[in-house]
């Protein structure tokens, strides 16, 4: 894997239009580098051009509440540690990864027909939406992961059974996914899928192109972009820098009512049943509770409590 | 030229057409409080209930169990009565099919027309959650803000509405012979947002004035009550009224501007003078400046006529034939001719009024059109109603209300 950082191009850091994340929070990018040129390293890879007959990208999408939705329609159940949701709330793709399949996409643009796209979720019923959503936009088939002992399932047996669906699906060469989901915002999902089937991951893409060889994938720093060429297989997570999303027509969505929906469950994707138990539990759930505290500053003068002020300021470390 | 995309959309789980769906505004806690009609992508005549434009000009009310709900009739009566909604439904009932539109709709084209301001697109209404909000904090909205206002656009449907005729319930209560307006009064309540009329006006440097808490009421002169087409309406489109829409009762007004269609209707008071409601006489009023001492109240609205295909963002259009589209209207009830021109109004030519072709609601209309050369073209279309009136009616007015210009289409064939 060949790495380059430049400022090609700042990065807007303007919110997500969908959900109001900042793309460029929490990136703590040497530490990331550091760690995908030592997983990359370790890796057998092979390149676009080596593939026959066709590249196959693997999309993990996950439906979530409207994040477009108002925060006060929701309801949280602190003792249930739940987000209760109004009867009827619409339940979308989570943007991040509808970017993903963006993403996906535009490599069959580029490459053709010998891109194959398979979209999978783990969800409840429900969840199939986003499946024939994705198979509406072009992917050429669907899994949908379905399991009463998934029925709520934390980062880790996400990850185990994305990952094994991934792997039974057989022959990925990418996998694509949103840099985190616009529900919970974690973000840990794909480095786990990355980490169980041993594939390199690159993080908060807002490009990626199959050039010269391999997949070269521009990521999103606070300052600039970095690019990244990496071998695949591989794992990657696209941020909202991509840009604008394509939306489904007519024809290709009465296509997608003919396109295969496998539906696997815990057995079909022979998950160990230790695999199947949440490692975290969520303890606690609550919107902070707002105090405002006024404090008086004192002085003779006007530029007595200016100073004051200054003072005061100062050692709170807000100037 | 590549042909444009359908766009597709999962419909009750077939694959289908995606639905054109309602541009809303909504309060802090997610409800739906104003909504502007996707006039252009509608086919028919009557506007799905889920996509009829929402205006109002006060808080929306909480809404109150149909069965809680009463009318009260007093005033100039012989008998002061209490409905509840099962009594009005023990009348003979009627259903109506009606345009409505506000009396705002389509303001800025008279800026377009008069001052030569951008034209404004049926394709981009104003950001109503903004409004919203605006109206929720009572911000005054700044002279940029106004001066890149495009105005009030797509505030246009047409539903069936079934009720009882006001007359009946009038009846029943029995007119005294001095008794010569209706005053309609809801049971929502509120106090009038400035920046409405800054809006309608285009300017915020006028005082507006400011009644405090209010109920929303009209009082209509008493010939338009007793017409027969006018209702108390407990169902549109099939189906119960939508709180949103006034339910448990509104009253229907064809042929004059939704301001009169009071919604959520409480009470009915019998006048012998006109009531000073605050709408009618301080905002829904003609006049040529805020100072200008006589302003008469808006009643029926003028004659109508919309291009729906080709807009100008449906060009450049291929060589060949195309149907231009449309809908007509009138305030007086009835479409007699509605003609077009593709070369800016130099020739006029009829177009085919589609059946049916009903009083109070709008027509839909077509010409079709031999585009055999390139070049640039102006598509305009002109509607007389029964009455014999043609558009345009309405003078420009300094709140711009009832606009019934003629709107060109500027289309590039190629």
């Known amino acids: ?319 | 030229m590549p042909k444009r995309e359908i766009e597709g959309d999962w419909v009750m789980g077939w694959p289908d057409r995606k639905r054109a769906t309602l541009a809303a505004g909504k309060d802090a806690e997610g409800r739906v409080i104003s909504g502007r009609t996707p006039v252009l992508d509608q086919e028919g005549l009557i506007t799905p209930t889920d996509n009829y434009y929402i205006v109002t000009q006060l808080d929306l009310p909480e809404p109150v169990h149909p069965d809680d709900w009463s009318l009260s009739i007093g005033g100039e009566v012989e008998r002061t009565l209490t409905l509840t909604l099962e009594d009005l439904r023990k009348l003979p009932g009627r259903s109506v099919r009606a345009v409505t539109e506000c009396a705002g709709n389509d303001e800025g084209f008279f800026d377009y027309e008069r001052r030569g301001a951008p034209k404004p697109s049926r394709r981009y209404v104003p950001d109503l959650d903004r409004r919203a909000s605006m109206k929720a904090k009572r911000a005054t909205p700044t002279h940029d803000e106004l001066a890149g206002e495009m105005g009030n656009t797509c505030a246009m449907s047409g539903g069936e509405f079934t009720g009882v005729p006001l007359a009946a319930v009038l009846e029943r209560a029995g007119l005294k012979p001095d008794g010569q307006w209706i005053w309609l009064k809801g049971f929502d309540t509120g106090r009038p947002d400035p920046a409405v009329q800054y809006r309608s006006m285009g300017r915020a440097d006028v005082k507006i004035d400011d009644p405090g808490m209010i109920h929303y009421d009209k009082a209509l002169p008493l010939a338009k009550a007793l017409d027969p087409d006018t209702l108390l309406a407990w169902a549109q489109n099939g189906e119960w009224m939508l709180h949103v829409h006034g339910a448990p009762v509104r009253c229907i007004v064809p042929g004059w501007s939704g301001n009169w269609w009071v919604k959520w209707l409480s009470h009915i008071e019998v006048t012998r003078e006109m009531p000073p409601c605050y709408h009618q006489t301080k905002y829904f009023v003609y006049g040529a400046a805020p100072e200008d001492p006589v302003k008469p109240m808006l009643t029926a609205m003028g004659v109508r006529c919309i291009i729906t295909f080709p807009v100008d963002e449906d060009g450049p259009l291929e060589r060949g034939s195309h149907a231009i589209r449309g809908l007509a209207w009138s305030g007086l009830g009835g479409i007699a001719r509605v003609e077009v021109s593709v070369d800016g109004g130099a020739t006029w030519h009829d177009a085919h009024i589609e059946e049916p072709r009903e009083r109070w609601l709008w027509v839909r209309w077509s010409h079709l059109w031999h585009a055999e050369q390139p070049g640039s073209y102006r598509i305009m279309a002109r509607a007389t109603d029964v009455a014999g009136r043609v558009q345009p009616q309405t003078p420009w007015n300094y709140q711009r209300k009832h606009f019934d210009g003629i709107v060109p289409s500027d289309i590039v064939v190629v």
């Open chain 1, 1 to 319: 894997m060949q790495t380059t950082i430049g400022n090609i191009g700042k990065p807007s850091n303007a919110a997500c239009g969908r959900c109001g994340h900042n793309a460029s929070r929490e990136i703590n990018s040497d530490r990331l580098l550091a760690w995908i040129l030592q997983r990359a390293s370790a890796r057998t890879s092979h390149r676009f051009e080596q593939i026959d007959p066709a590249v196959r990208i693997a999309v993990l999408i996950k439906q979530v509440p409207n994040p477009d939705a108002l925060a006060a329609v929701m309801r949280v159940d602190e003792r249930a540690c739940r987000i209760e949701l109004p009867p009827g709330h619409p339940l979308v793709a989570s943007p991040f990864d509808e970017q993903a399949l963006e993403a996906a996409l535009r490599l069959r643009d580029q490459r053709g027909a010998e891109v194959k796209i398979s979209a999978i979720t783990l969800g409840p019923d429900s969840a199939k939406a986003v499946l024939k959503q994705a198979l509406a936009l072009g992917a050429d088939d669907a899994v949908h992961i379905q399991d009463a002992a998934l029925s709520e399932p934390d980062s880790h047996t996400s990850a185990h059974a994305l990952a094994a669906a991934v792997r039974k699906l057989g022959g990925v060469d990418l996998v694509l996914t949103g840099r985190q989901a616009a529900d919970r915002d974690a973000g840990v999902v794909a480095l786990g899928v990355a980490e169980i089937l041993q594939l390199p991951a690159v993080t908060f893409a807002c490009a990626i192109e199959a050039a010269a060889g391999a997949l070269r994938v521009d990521r999103v720093l606070p300052d600039g972009i970095e690019t990244v060429e990496v071998a695949l297989p591989a794992l990657v997570t696209v941020s909202n820098e991509l840009g604008a999303v394509r939306k489904p027509n007519l024809r290709e969505t009465m296509r997608a009512a003919r396109k295969p929906i496998a539906l696997w469950s815990a057995a079909d994707l022979a998950l160990a049943p230790a695999q199947l138990v949440a490692k975290a539990m969520r303890t606690g759930l609550f919107v902070p509770r707002k105090t405002a505290q006024c404090e008086v500053i004192e002085g003779a003068t006007p530029a007595e409590r200016g100073a004051a002020l200054a003072r005061r300021l100062h050692a709170a470390g807000l100037i």
